[in-house]
Every structure is written in C-alpha cells, then in structure tokens.
C-alpha cells in the first residue's frame, strides 16, 4: 500500500484535520483500531476526497461517506467502519442506565410532535433560564404522545438516523463513585454537564438528556456498547487517549473518556471527563426511554470562552502547527512502512 499524499495534503492544512488524524493514529497505537483497518480507511478515506472534490465537498463529507456506508463512488468495495469496532473487554463495565444530551433545539425540530398543543407557542420551549418553561417541560414529557414515531422521519432517533451511521454516544453516572466525579458534571446547568461530556456550548441555551434503560436494551438487541473510536464520526472535541488516572479506569473498563471542556479551558492537568460509549442508535418512541430532563443555562453563562486553542495543547502539546504536521506526516509514513 502506498502513503496516501492526496489526503495528507488536505488534513494536515486543517485544524479539525490535524484533530482527526492524531486521534486515528493514536486508536491504531492502542489496539482500537487495527493497523490495517486504519490503512484501509485512509485509502478509502482518499479516493472518497478525490470523487467528491468536483462537487465542492470536503474531506468531512467524504469521512462520513465511508464511515457509514453511504459512498456511491464507482467500484468502490461496500464497506462500513462503525460500530464495528472492539467489544468491551471481559472486565469491562455493562451499565444498567445510559445516558444521551441533545442541545434544545435539536430535540424541538427532531424528537418532539409539534403538530400536538404545547403548553407554550413555539419554539420559547425550554430554553435559556425560564424557569417557568422548565416546569412546562416537565409536565410536557409526562405525556406520551409527544416524540415523533420513528415510522414518520428519519430525525427521530436517539443519536443519528440508520441512513447516516445509526451511532449513538452514550455516557454513564455509574462509575462516578470509583473516579470521584463532581455532582455538577451531572447535575449543573447545560453548559457544565456539556463541557464535562466534551460538547459544544451555546450561550443561553438548553440541553435536552435522555435516560435509557441500558438493561432492555440489550435485551431486545443482544449487543452492548464499546468504546468509540474515530470511525464513529465523533464531533471535534473528540480524544482517543486520555490524561490522568479517571481517563485510564474508563479504558480498563471498556469505556472511552471525554474532554472535558471546562478543565482544558482552565489548563487543568487532568482534562478527563466523563465515561463514553457508542451504540445503535435507538428510536425515540422505542420504549427504552425512562426520564427526559431539561438542563437550563447558567446564570453567568454570557461570561462564555471558547476553548479551541486550549484544546489543541491538550491534543497536540505546545507544538507550532508545522510541527504537528510533520510528526503526524512521519507516523502515517510509518503505518504504511511494510
């Protein structure tokens, strides 16, 4: 197999692909991915850039395309990398609950009915620091008409739609007794428990969390969740390894650890946050779901600072971009060196 020069030529100008690449390296490093599988989907991950670019797309939409299957590329080999990765190790940890964040108005457009009567006209519900809203919200999702059957569109699924990947990431609170977890990673405002689950945050803006009954669920489907790997199209806060010793008992325990936004903003040493897992995504109106929760922002959630370049020395180190990019450059080199 040859280095794939096309593609490195456009990740490593980019920031969010620099980001994409050190993570797929690093799963290779650990075992999540085998070395194989990762040259396999570089390639594939290239001629997808290649096919696409006279169309004005990207190397994102191409990731996409080859992660789930969706590829139309001529005489290219059917292949889908997601959720076909690890199983959880034999010690690894089978949660009773999961749980799952939306941001406010994904849940409004995707999940909820609004052809049903709202307690308030839309879209006012939840959002911000209304209180009275949040009181709404809870005697709104006491009903149990208001999500959108899964039969009627392809949005009302709990993590993506089966046409784009069906992967859904879910946290635990089970294992926040073993690692010492502040109550407001699950218990503050939508933008605490977000950052502590490495998500974006929106000034102003409500979360939405599902609580799933992990136990039905595999009942019904006979699988569990695994670890994530960069194949799962995560978003861009994503980290394969971990910093410090809460990251490092998630992994002994079949789990991925996120970055936690707030603590990389505060230059922390331990930028750990919460326990993640991948699974099938799951319709909204299938039964698994036992409590819907409103997280509201916080009352100083104006004094709001974005953690980007924070990040890229938590995942980088202190390197100038240049350097980065030679190193990544190198050990891709080195995967494809028989």
Not at 124 to 145: I, M, N, T, W, Y
Request: aromatic residues 6%.
């Amino acid at each position: 197999m040859s280095v794939p020069v096309a593609l490195l030529g456009v990740l490593l100008p980019d920031n969010m692909g620099r980001r994409w690449l050190r993570n797929a390296l690093d799963a290779a490093d650990s075992g999540l991915l085998s070395r194989d599988t990762l040259k396999d989907l570089l390639l594939d991950l290239q001629a997808e850039c290649t096919h696409l670019s006279p169309k004005g797309m990207g190397w994102s939409e191409a990731l996409t395309n080859v992660c789930t299957g969706q590829s139309d590329r001529p005489g290219r080999t059917p292949r889908a990398y997601v959720l076909a990765g690890p199983t959880p190790p034999a010690h690894g940890h089978s949660a009773t609950e999961w749980t799952h964040l939306v941001p406010g108005a994904t849940w409004l457009t995707w999940h909820v009915d609004r052809t049903k009567p709202s307690p308030r006209p839309w879209p006012s519900f939840p959002c911000g620091q209304d209180h009275a809203a949040l009181a709404e919200f809870r005697e709104f999702v006491q009903r149990k008409d208001w999500s959108i059957p899964s039969s009627r569109g392809a949005g009302a699924w709990i993590g993506r739609p089966a046409d784009q990947g069906a992967t859904c990431w879910v946290s635990t609170a089970e294992l926040d007794a073993a690692v010492g977890a502040p109550p407001e990673e699950t218990q503050g405002h939508s933008r605490e428990v977000g950052w502590a689950l490495g998500l974006d945050h929106t000034p102003g803006k409500a979360r939405v969390r599902y609580r799933i009954d992990a136990r039905a669920v595999r009942a019904e489907r006979t699988d569990d969740g695994r670890r994530p790997t960069p194949a799962d199209l995560p978003n861009g806060w994503f980290r394969t390894g971990s910093s410090g010793a809460r990251g490092a008992r998630f992994h002994h325990l079949g789990w991925g650890a996120t970055a936690h936004l707030g603590a990389i903003h505060e230059h922390r040493a331990d930028t750990d946050g919460r326990p993640e897992q991948v699974i099938a995504s799951l319709p909204v109106d299938g039964g698994c779901v036992t409590q819907v929760d409103c997280l509201l922002s916080a009352n100083d959630d104006d004094d709001f600072a974005d953690p980007h370049a924070a990040f890229e020395v938590a995942l980088h180190g202190p390197a100038d971009p240049a350097d980065v990019s030679a190193d990544l450059q190198a050990r891709v080199e080195r995967l494809f060196t028989p």
